[in-house]
């Protein structure tokens, strides 16, 4: 019902910049938060940021002061802006939105595919 496509990832250097970008598309009626994820090879997944629809933003320990999240309500976008990369930033990052299908319906949680990220030293 709802796809979340991920794109903007890649290989870069351990102090470099790389943007992400996630459009949510399909039976959309609201979101609420929406946010990215990364899991790296025998880990958890684990927040990396989450940003609300009034734009109220929150960041995991290990990216803040380097990461900004921001969305574009009237597109169903969100985008990770990813600076100071650091070789423990690759992971596989994944797009997650809590959507409303309907204004009958309670709020869902839909995931991306993920996209590789992979921070070189």
């Known amino acids: 019902q709802v796809t979340l496509m991920e794109s903007g990832g890649g290989l870069v250097q351990a102090g470099g910049s790389l943007g992400l970008s996630c459009a949510a598309s399909?039976?959309?009626?609201?979101?609420?938060?929406m946010g990215w994820y990364r899991q790296a090879p025998g880990n958890q997944r684990e927040l990396v940021a989450i940003?609300?629809?009034?734009?109220?933003?929150d960041y995991g320990d290990s990216v803040k002061d380097r990461f900004t999240i921001s969305r574009d309500n009237a597109k169903n976008t969100v985008t990770l802006q990813m600076n100071s990369l650091k070789p423990e930033d690759t992971a596989v990052y994944y797009c997650?939105?809590?959507?409303?299908?309907?204004?009958?319906?309670?709020?869902?949680?839909?995931w991306g595919q993920g996209t590789q990220v992979t921070v070189s030293s």
């Open positions: 997650k939105a809590d959507v409303k299908n309907t204004r009958w319906d309670y709020f869902g949680a839909y």
């Open positions: 940003i609300t629809s009034e734009g109220s933003a």
């Open positions: 399909g039976s959309i009626y609201s979101i609420n938060a």
